[in-house]
């Protein structure tokens, strides 16, 4: 059966939008399937150790978790706070009795927490239980699972994760309330295009809001790989050349850049001009966070060789290195940092 682009449109516009809606708070828009733990998942557990904490920990106020309990309105649940162990509750009570818990929380070789998809499948999957459990109950049904699953330092790590992922989806659902209230003209291609298109820009800049890019790849990769194809369809691109796309996009900016360095332009302007006043603000804000990442690398670089210079045994230089790196710089960007190091140098 064939559907007009204009149809077509429409359906993913307000499809989206309904989606998002019925995702406030069970997964947040885009929920994966969960993936069963493995054995090798079950074996990582065992280590208790997880992730270096993200770029900001965000806690939601108490006014925002008022405004969350009196829109979800859901109840305490009686039943489940008679259960001392309330992983039994799950298994002979609940929707999810029956089932195995989903997703882990998988380590690196320092005890680290590896950013990896099965950390959003574990939240989500605690988070169907939204309805049978209050929202109280359930975020520290969550934390208790951190709570026996990992050690300090992976347990104090895990619950800033979560407590990010919980302000990401508040702010989501904002984002949700606002877009329902945009109206378009259901005759206008291109305005419905565009609100479908700012929709999934604006999503994914709270993805790097609220995650370090890491995990922003590790819990949404396939979610922005199809947005992005989505955006190509529906602007009439061919999802085949993005990549092609991808690389004359670099250009260009490469080329403005240059041009403003030679001429003097505004580099603001200049790409206001190629691209719209919102790219444009997107691209500095990239500049703004690169041009802060180089200055820290800059005062490290200074501070590093202060201490070798300052006479410390070889083993206190080491430990005062560790701690210098470990508080300038998120897990990310320690990844990065000999290269970042070995480009300002």
Same mark, same amino acid.
């Given at each position: 059966?064939?559907?007009?682009?204009?149809? =077509?449109?429409?359906?993913?516009?307000?499809?989206?939008?309904?989606?998002?809606?019925?995702?406030?708070?069970?997964?947040?828009?885009?929920?994966?399937?969960?993936?069963?733990?493995?054995?090798?998942?079950?074996?990582?557990?065992?280590?208790?150790?997880?992730? $270096?904490?993200?770029?900001?920990?965000?806690?939601?106020? %108490?006014?925002?978790?008022?405004?969350?309990? &009196?829109?979800?309105?859901?109840?305490?649940?009686?039943?489940? $706070? +008679?259960?001392?162990? =309330?992983?039994?509750? #799950?298994?002979?009570?609940?929707?999810?009795?029956?089932?195995?818990?989903?997703?882990?929380?998988?380590?690196? /070789?320092?005890?680290?927490?590896?950013?990896?998809?099965?950390?959003?499948?574990?939240?989500?999957?605690?988070?169907?239980?939204?309805? @049978?459990?209050?929202?109280?109950?359930?975020?520290?049904?969550?934390?208790?699972? #951190?709570?026996?699953?990992?050690?300090?330092? /992976?347990?104090?790590?895990?619950?800033?994760?979560?407590?990010? *992922?919980?302000?990401?989806?508040? &702010?989501?659902?904002?984002?949700?309330?606002?877009?329902?209230?945009?109206?378009?003209?259901?005759?206008?291609?291109? /305005?419905?295009?565009?609100?479908?298109?700012?929709?999934?820009?604006?999503?994914?800049?709270?993805? *790097?809001?609220?995650?370090?890019?890491?995990?922003?790849? /590790?819990?949404?990769?396939?979610?922005?790989?199809?947005?992005?194809?989505? #955006? &190509?369809?529906?602007?009439?691109?061919?999802?085949?050349?993005?990549?092609?796309?991808?690389?004359?996009?670099?250009?260009?900016?490469?080329?403005?850049?240059?041009?403003?360095? !030679?001429?003097?332009?505004?580099?603001?302007?200049?790409? &206001?001009?190629?691209?719209?006043?919102?790219?444009?603000?997107?691209?500095?804000?990239? +500049? @703004? %966070?690169?041009?802060?990442?180089?200055? +820290?690398?800059?005062?490290?670089?200074?501070? =590093?060789?202060?201490?070798?210079?300052?006479?410390?045994?070889?083993?206190?230089?080491?430990?005062?290195?560790?701690?210098?790196? @470990? %508080?300038?710089?998120?897990?990310? @960007?320690?990844? +990065?940092?000999? !290269?970042?190091?070995?480009?300002?140098?």
């Amino acid at each position: 059966m064939n559907i007009s682009l204009t149809k =077509k449109v429409c359906l993913i516009a307000f499809g989206g939008l309904a989606f998002l809606g019925l995702a406030k708070w069970t997964g947040v828009a885009y929920q994966a399937a969960p993936v069963l733990q493995t054995n090798q998942d079950q074996g990582s557990l065992t280590n208790n150790q997880i992730s $270096n904490k993200p770029v900001e920990s965000f806690v939601l106020s %108490s006014s925002e978790k008022a405004d969350i309990k &009196a829109q979800l309105n859901v109840a305490q649940n009686n039943e489940y $706070n +008679r259960f001392k162990d =309330k992983f039994e509750w #799950i298994g002979s009570q609940s929707s999810l009795r029956g089932t195995s818990i989903a997703g882990s929380y998988p380590i690196d /070789a320092e005890g680290h927490l590896f950013p990896h998809i099965s950390i959003k499948h574990r939240f989500d999957y605690f988070m169907t239980l939204l309805g @049978e459990l209050s929202y109280e109950q359930l975020i520290e049904l969550i934390k208790e699972d #951190i709570k026996l699953s990992l050690e300090e330092p /992976a347990r104090r790590e895990a619950l800033e994760l979560l407590g990010n *992922y919980q302000a990401f989806k508040y &702010a989501l659902k904002a984002l949700d309330d606002e877009f329902s209230n945009y109206q378009v003209n259901l005759k206008d291609k291109d /305005a419905i295009i565009n609100r479908q298109i700012n929709l999934y820009q604006e999503i994914d800049m709270l993805r *790097y809001e609220y995650f370090e890019p890491d995990y922003r790849l /590790a819990f949404f990769e396939q979610d922005i790989a199809d947005e992005q194809a989505l #955006i &190509a369809t529906l602007q009439g691109n061919d999802v085949a050349n993005l990549a092609e796309d991808k690389t004359k996009l670099t250009g260009l900016i490469n080329t403005l850049e240059q041009k403003s360095e !030679a001429t003097g332009e505004d580099l603001f302007d200049l790409q &206001a001009k190629e691209f719209g006043v919102e790219a444009a603000q997107r691209l500095a804000n990239v +500049r @703004e %966070s690169q041009n802060e990442l180089n200055t +820290r690398v800059r005062q490290f670089i200074i501070q =590093k060789e202060s201490i070798l210079n300052s006479g410390l045994s070889h083993e206190d230089q080491s430990l005062e290195l560790k701690y210098l790196i @470990e %508080s300038k710089f998120s897990l990310s @960007e320690q990844k +990065r940092l000999t !290269a970042l190091v070995a480009i300002l140098q």
